[in-house]
C-alpha cells in the first residue's frame, strides 16, 4: 500500500510504497477513505518538533474497518470510523479522573508501525499514519460513526474540529454571549469559529495573518475578521465596549500569538491555548501584569475531550445540519498532491486540503 513519508526535517515528502504488518491481536486493519493534512503533520516535518523518521505522517482521517484482530469486540468489519490519535486506556490516574485527554499510554508523538520497500523500519504520526491507504491500530483508536457522514467530513472530526469545538466547549467554557477572539483561522481556528458561534458567542473576532481568510472565517461564522498586526488589542477592545474579550482562543502554536491573545483579553479573561508551537519559542509576561490583570492562561489538547464520546455527539450535529463542516474543505486532493497541501498550509492558504481515496 502506498503512504506519504517524511524522512527528515526540510526534506522533501514522497509517496511511497509500504509494508504494514499482519492485524495482531486488539488490532484493526481501517481502509482510509479521506485523510486531512493538519498543521501539527507540517510541524514533524519542519523541526518544530522532531519525531523518529522514517515517519508515515496523518493523523485525521476516516475509512472502514476491513479486518479486525483475535479478542476484537470495540468495533466490526465494514464499519465506518474516525481515527482517534490519543486513545484512552480507562485505566491510568488521568483517564480514572475524567481526563482521558492526558492519558499517559497516549500521545506519543511517533511510534514503530511497519517497514518501507526495502524493509526499513518506519514510525506513524501520533500511532497512526493515516496518510496512507490502510493503518493497522489498536481497536481503540478507532471511533464508530454512522455510514451517512461523508468521509471527508468524519475525517476532520478526528482532529481539528474535535480540537477546535472542544477548545471552546471543554477547555475555554464559553457561553451564550460571551465575546470571543480565535486567533489563526486554519481547520482547527476556523473550527473553534464554528463551536463559539453554536454556543451563542457573540462577537466571535476572527484574526488570521492572511487577509484572504475573511471569507472563510466569515462562513464559519465570524461576526468579526482582523488581519492580526501591532493594531490588534485595540482593534479588538473597539469590539467589545473598550475592556477585551472574555476568551482568547489561540490556534497557531506561537509565542508572539499567545501574547497577543493575553494582551487582547479583558482583566479576568482567559487565553486558551491550542497550537502547538516549538520549545525554543519562549512567552514573556510581566509578573506584575499576571496578577493584575487576573487573566487564565490554560493549554488545551484534543479539546480536552473525550473523543469516543464526543466525536459521535458532533458526527450527529453534522447529520441533522446543526453543524456544517463542508467550508472546512477546501482542497479535495490525491495523494500524490499531498506534498503539495504541506507547501500550502506553510504559506497559510486555504482551509483543509483532504486527500480523497
Ligand atoms: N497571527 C495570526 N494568524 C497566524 C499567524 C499570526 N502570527 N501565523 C500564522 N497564522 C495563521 C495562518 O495564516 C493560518 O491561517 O494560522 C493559521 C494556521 O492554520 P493551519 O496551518 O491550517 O493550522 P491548523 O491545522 O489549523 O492547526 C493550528 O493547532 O493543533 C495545532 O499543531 C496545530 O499549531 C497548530 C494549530
Ligand atoms: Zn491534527
Not at 475524567?98 to 499510554?105: H, Q, T
Not at 451563542?200 to 462577537?203: L, S, T
Not at 446543526?322 to 474543505?329: A, D, M, T
Given at each position: 500500500m502506498k503512504a506519504l513519508i517524511s524522512r527528515g526535517v526540510g526534506r522533501d515528502l514522497a509517496v511511497e510504497d509500504v509494508h504494514l504488518p499482519a492485524t495482531g491481536a486488539g488490532e484493526v486493519r481501517v481502509r482510509i477513505r479521506a485523510a486531512g493534512v493538519c498543521h501539527s503533520d507540517l510541524s514533524m516535518t519542519n523541526g518544530t518538533v522532531v519525531p523518529p523518521y522514517p515517519l508515515v505522517l496523518g493523523h485525521e482521517a476516516a475509512g472502514v474497518v476491513t479486518e479486525v484482530g483475535d479478542g476484537v469486540e470495540w468495533v466490526a468489519v465494514g464499519q465506518h470510523v474516525v481515527l482517534n490519535w490519543s486513545p484512552a486506556c480507562r485505566q491510568c490516574w488521568y483517564c480514572r479522573r475524567?481526563?482521558?485527554?492526558?492519558?499517559?499510554?497516549a500521545g506519543a508523538a511517533a511510534v514503530p508501525r511497519g517497514t518501507t520497500a526495502d524493509g526499513t523500519p518506519l514510525h506513524a504520526t501520533l500511532?497512526?499514519?493515516?496518510?496512507?491507504?490502510e493503518v493497522v491500530v489498536p481497536e481503540h483508536a478507532v471511533i464508530a460513526v454512522p455510514d451517512e457522514v461523508p468521509f471527508e467530513q468524519a475525517a476532520l472530526l478526528g482532529c481539528a474540529v474535535m480540537t477546535g469545538a472542544g477548545a471552546v466547549?471543554?477547555?475555554?467554557?464559553v457561553a451564550a454571549g460571551d465575546s470571543v477572539l480565535v486567533i489563526g483561522l486554519g481547520g482547527v481556528g476556523l473550527s473553534a469559529v464554528m463551536a463559539a458561534r453554536r454556543a451563542?458567542?457573540?462577537?466571535v473576532i476572527a484574526v488570521d495573518?492572511?487577509?484572504?481568510k475573511r471569507e472563510l472565517a466569515l462562513a464559519a461564522g465570524a461576526t468579526d475578521f482582523l488581519v492580526s498586526d501591532d493594531t490588534l488589542s485595540k482593534a479588538v477592545r473597539a469590539l467589545t465596549d473598550g475592556r477585551g474579550a472574555d476568551h482568547a482562543i489561540e490556534c497557531v502554536g506561537r509565542a508572539a500569538t499567545i501574547r497577543a491573545a493575553w494582551r487582547a483579553t479583558r482583566r479576568g479573561g482567559h487565553v486558551t491555548v491550542v497550537g502547538m508551537g516549538a520549545k525554543d519559542d519562549l512567552l514573556s509576561l510581566s509578573a506584575l501584569d499576571i496578577f493584575s490583570s487576573a487573566r487564565s492562561l490554560r493549554a488545551s489538547v484534543y479539546g480536552s475531550a473525550d473523543p469516543d464520546r464526543e466525536v459521535p455527539e458532533l458526527a450527529r450535529a453534522v447529520l441533522d445540519g446543526?453543524?456544517?463542516?463542508?467550508?472546512?474543505?477546501s482542497h479535495r486532493i490525491t495523494l500524490d498532491e499531498a506534498p503539495e497541501a504541506f507547501a500550502r498550509m506553510s504559506r497559510g492558504e486555504g482551509a483543509r486540503s483532504v486527500v480523497v481515496f
Open positions: 475524567g481526563e482521558s485527554w492526558l492519558c499517559e499510554s500511532g497512526l499514519g493515516a496518510l496512507a491507504q466547549a471543554n477547555t475555554a467554557g451563542g458567542a457573540d462577537p495573518v492572511s487577509p484572504a446543526s453543524l456544517n463542516l463542508r467550508p472546512l474543505v
